[in-house]
């Protein structure tokens, strides 16, 4: 059974700093992996997909990283900013049944 | 702009009573997905479906069915609502991409809160 791990289980740094966060999969036989935001009390917003093949993706001031093989994705914020603050959560699809699986997420908390 | 609209934001329902939580997705997707979120435990899945009237068992069925009689619509039904269904219920849908394992990006609808008394 996949198990999704993220750590730190929160995070808080000033503003402007750039910061790394962690995600790690048992079951490397995924199709792809999402990085998504939840703002308290609200749903969750799909920040970045990364499919199998790819090593990558960016979009804007956010880098996502793939290694399939060892089970871990990162999530790389640049020059944090205050609206930053939320909850992050990784989720890989399975190639077996297409089941997308949750991380408990980062709670990440940017000081102005 | 895409939506996953949820028919309710706040519901609050007695113990044993039949809840229908209803999700409605204009982007034309094949995936349709239901998940419940608990503070400490994250996002479970409950039941997905990736066909009108097809569906598929998540992590957490038990107590719990989902109907899809029409592509844009994935209702979760609780039979008898116990206290422990008191949760924040989550709609998301993606579409069908190449091959059978098609997932693509997943999205949210804002989400069911449902209090059982």
């Known amino acids: 059974k996949q198990e999704v791990t993220q750590i730190p289980a929160a995070l808080s740094v000033p503003e402007g700093e750039n910061l790394v966060l962690n995600c790690s999969f048992t079951d490397s036989a995924i199709y792809n992996l999402q990085w998504f935001r939840q703002d308290p009390g609200k749903g969750l917003t799909s920040l970045l997909l990364?499919?199998?093949?790819?090593r990558e993706q960016t979009s804007g001031r956010l880098n996502a990283s793939l290694d399939k093989s060892s089970g871990r994705s990162t999530l790389y914020i640049a020059a944090s900013q205050p609206g930053d603050s939320a909850t992050y959560l990784c989720a890989p699809t399975e190639n077996r049944d297409d089941k997308i699986i949750f991380g408990k997420g980062t709670r990440l908390h940017i000081l102005p | 702009d895409v939506k996953v609209t949820q028919s309710s934001r706040y519901l609050v329902k007695r113990t044993g009573e039949k809840v229908f939580l209803e999700c409605v997705q204009d982007?034309?997707?094949?995936?349709m997905f239901w998940y419940r979120q608990d503070p400490g435990l994250g996002l479970r899945l409950i039941y997905f479906s990736y066909d009108v009237k097809m569906k598929e068992k998540g992590d957490i069925p038990e107590g719990y069915s989902v109907s899809r009689e029409k592509k844009e619509r994935f209702s979760l039904i609780l039979e008898s609502a116990s206290t422990n269904q008191t949760s924040m219920y989550l709609c998301?849908?993606?579409?069908?991409?190449?091959?059978?394992?098609?997932?693509?990006?997943?999205?949210f609808g804002a989400g069911s809160r449902l209090t059982v008394l």
């Open positions: 998301a849908s993606s579409g069908a991409g190449t091959g059978y394992s098609g997932a693509n990006v997943l999205t």
């Open positions: 990364i499919q199998s093949s790819q």
């Open positions: 982007m034309d997707h094949e995936n």
